[in-house]
């Protein structure tokens, strides 16, 4: 089993590597920077046990994975009715950077797209917490999710802030609507950095596997978050992890999974397996070509798909 799985990867990883379809995300320049042809999987069992093949230790930003993350956070520090008075659950079909706003209360429709996220991270930590240390609350509990120390990578986070005009204006409409209490242009710093994390393959896979293992890391054996947040954080990204592909992932692949414009992918089968991916080539929904090919293979070779 030790060889097989890896072999099995790397198998995988050559069949997918013939397309070169799909660019790094444009909008970010210091991602458009970067290599297009990195290639990595990674199985991580409930067990600790870390298979791979390719690139699986190769960092690069953790984009709108952090989202589920940071969503476990805030469940865990302000309670489900705080966090869901102000983020709802229901799919908006939409692109990620969709305004997406209810009509009468201003309420995000869910916690993956921008609005629901940046709001999300407005709510880690206690309500007072200052912007500079919540982004810490947020890098230690992505930290504790992966189990080891994580940092912000400064040159891909100032690049974004850049060119962070949709998201300020996601975040100025949630001022308005009271939903966000704070300057939105320190909400959005925080959500920026929150996204500029520096993640490995592997990382996502533990991460990946801490979600399936019901919050206990399988390398550090710690409860990062408790049962009922983990399971609330698993509907999520089964409903809405993949945006407006959700509809087409939940039938073909069937896992809950999120993706990242910097090209990494995860999928958490509960009770079973942690998986990632990582390339950084899109599809025009701003998932990874080859990520998602690898996990429809992954589903139907191994029976996987539960939803
Ligand atoms: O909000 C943004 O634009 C990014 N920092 C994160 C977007 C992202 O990863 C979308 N997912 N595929």
Same mark, same amino acid.
């Given at each position: 089993?030790? /060889?097989?799985?890896?072999?099995?990867?790397?198998?995988?990883? $050559?069949?997918?590597?013939?397309?070169?379809?799909?660019?790094?995300?444009?909008?970010?320049?210091?991602?458009?920077? $970067?290599?297009?042809?990195?290639? +990595?999987?990674? &199985?991580?069992?409930?067990?600790?046990?870390?298979?791979?093949? #390719?690139?699986?230790?190769?960092? &690069?930003?953790?984009? %709108?994975?952090?989202?589920?993350?940071?969503?476990?956070?805030?469940?865990?520090? *302000?309670?489900?009715?705080? =966090?869901?008075?102000?983020?709802?659950?229901?799919?908006?079909?939409?692109?990620?950077?969709?305004? %997406?706003?209810?009509?009468?209360? #201003?309420?995000?429709?869910?916690?993956?797209?921008?609005?629901?996220?940046?709001?999300?991270? /407005?709510?880690?930590?206690?309500?007072?917490?200052?912007?500079? *240390? *919540?982004?810490?609350?947020?890098?230690?509990?992505?930290?504790?999710?992966?189990?080891?120390?994580?940092?912000?990578?400064?040159?891909?986070?100032?690049?974004?802030?850049?060119?962070?005009?949709?998201?300020?204006?996601?975040?100025?409409?949630?001022?308005?609507?009271?939903?966000?209490?704070?300057?939105?242009?320190?909400?959005?710093? +925080?959500? =920026?950095?929150?996204?500029?994390?520096?993640?490995?393959?592997?990382?996502?896979?533990?991460?990946?596997?801490?979600?399936?293992?019901?919050?206990?890391?399988?390398? /550090? +054996?710690?409860? =990062?978050?408790?049962?009922?947040?983990?399971?609330?954080?698993? %509907?999520?990204?089964?409903?809405? @992890?993949?945006?407006? $592909?959700?509809?087409?992932?939940?039938?073909?692949?069937?896992?809950?999974?999120?993706?990242?414009?910097?090209?990494?992918?995860? #999928?958490?089968?509960?009770?079973?397996? @942690?998986?990632?991916? &990582?390339?950084?080539?899109?599809?025009?929904?701003?998932?990874?070509?080859?990520?998602?090919?690898?996990?429809? *293979? &992954?589903?139907?070779?191994?029976?996987?798909?539960?939803?």
């Amino acid at each position: 089993m030790r /060889s097989l799985i890896p072999d099995y990867l790397a198998e995988a990883l $050559a069949d997918v590597e013939a397309d070169v379809s799909g660019e790094p995300a444009g909008y970010i320049p210091e991602l458009a920077a $970067a290599d297009p042809d990195r290639l +990595g999987a990674v &199985f991580a069992t409930l067990d600790g046990t870390i298979y791979g093949a #390719g690139d699986i230790d190769t960092e &690069f930003t953790i984009q %709108s994975i952090s989202k589920p993350f940071a969503y476990a956070l805030a469940l865990a520090d *302000r309670g489900f009715d705080a =966090v869901l008075a102000k983020v709802g659950v229901e799919p908006s079909g939409e692109a990620f950077n969709e305004i %997406s706003l209810e009509d009468e209360t #201003g309420r995000p429709r869910n916690p993956m797209i921008n609005a629901g996220a940046i709001t999300t991270h /407005s709510l880690v930590g206690s309500p007072d917490l200052d912007p500079a *240390r *919540r982004v810490t609350r947020v890098v230690e509990g992505l930290s504790a999710f992966a189990g080891r120390p994580l940092s912000v990578d400064e040159a891909v986070c100032a690049s974004e802030m850049e060119e962070a005009w949709r998201n300020l204006a996601i975040a100025n409409m949630l001022r308005s609507h009271r939903i966000l209490t704070e300057d939105p242009r320190a909400v959005v710093d +925080g959500y =920026v950095r929150q996204c500029s994390v520096l993640v490995t393959a592997r990382d996502l896979g533990i991460m990946a596997a801490t979600l399936a293992n019901r919050g206990v890391n399988p390398l /550090s +054996g710690e409860q =990062v978050v408790a049962e009922p947040v983990v399971r609330q954080v698993l %509907s999520v990204m089964a409903t809405c @992890g993949m945006y407006d $592909a959700a509809g087409d992932w939940a039938t073909q692949v069937g896992i809950p999974a999120k993706s990242g414009v910097a090209g990494g992918l995860i #999928g958490a089968l509960p009770g079973q397996l @942690g998986i990632a991916t &990582f390339s950084p080539r899109l599809d025009v929904h701003g998932n990874s070509v080859r990520g998602v090919s690898l996990f429809e *293979r &992954f589903s139907s070779d191994a029976g996987m798909h539960v939803m």
